[in-house]
């Protein structure tokens, strides 16, 4: 089975605070991707990774970067944390090739910067 | 841009019933994917349909592709406490490119 493991399940941290969220998955999928959850707005995607070193904006990149500097891990930066970046933060990955692949997703982590 | 909407946004009802969810778009997509999460998870696939038509079964619960694959359903037959949850649905529009995300479905199955 796919494992995406996300490094945090709760964090809490301060207004202006440099916040790094870590994901790893164990497939050697190519594709990555980091989404925000929200009540009423669902899943928005922030970034998504092609492949190593590549990066993509998703929706609501404003306030985020992404590193991948290894194929397995995807780390989302928040430059200078703010209260409405409170969110539930999921990290998911895709294999490249067929159609139809699901995306395998981590169990989130609740973020409330105070 | 393409987009999915899922209906009803909410649905609270009583263990035994039967449901019947939808999600809709005017896109055509190469296959729909339905995931399902439970609170403190993250969701997790339940099924995908391709073909046009296509009616995929999952114990108690039915998954139909709209003949223009734009357009799926999900019926639950005998809803029990344990099908509680948020049901997303997820466009795929061909081979490597990005999962389209509807907003979800809340489902509560009251004892």
């Known amino acids: 089975d796919v494992k995406v493991t996300q490094s945090s399940r709760y964090l809490v941290k301060r207004t202006g605070e440099k916040v790094f969220l870590e994901c790893v998955q164990d497939?050697?999928?190519?594709?990555m991707f980091w989404y925000r959850q929200d009540p009423g707005l669902g899943l928005r995607l922030i970034y998504f990774?092609?492949?190593?070193?590549?990066?993509e904006k998703g929706d609501i990149p404003e306030g985020y970067s992404v590193s991948r500097e290894k194929k397995e891990r995807f780390s989302l930066i928040l430059e200078s944390a703010s209260t409405n970046q409170t969110s539930m933060y999921l990290c998911?990955?895709?294999?490249?090739?067929?159609?139809?692949?699901?995306?395998?997703f981590g169990d989130g982590t609740r973020l409330s910067i105070l | 841009t393409q987009l999915l909407e899922q209906s009803p946004q909410f649905l609270s009802i009583q263990e035994g019933e039967n449901l019947t969810v939808y999600c809709n778009s005017s896109?055509?997509?190469?296959?729909l994917q339905w995931y399902r999460q439970e609170p403190g998870e993250g969701p997790v696939l339940l099924v995908t349909?391709?073909?046009?038509?296509e009616v995929k079964k999952l114990k108690r619960l039915t998954f139909q592709f709209g003949d223009a694959r734009k357009d799926s359903s999900l019926h639950i037959t005998a809803a029990q406490p344990g099908d509680t949850g948020l049901y997303l649905c997820?466009?795929?529009?061909?081979?490597?490119?990005?999962?389209?995300f509807g907003k979800g479905i809340t489902l509560s199955v009251r004892p």
């Open positions: 997820a466009g795929d529009g061909g081979a490597n490119s990005k999962l389209t």
């Open positions: 896109s055509v997509f190469s296959s």
């Open positions: 990774s092609y492949d190593v070193k590549m990066k």
């Open positions: 998911a990955s895709r294999g490249l090739g067929r159609s139809n692949q699901p995306q395998h």
């Open positions: 497939m050697d999928h190519e594709n």
């Open positions: 349909v391709v073909t046009g038509g």
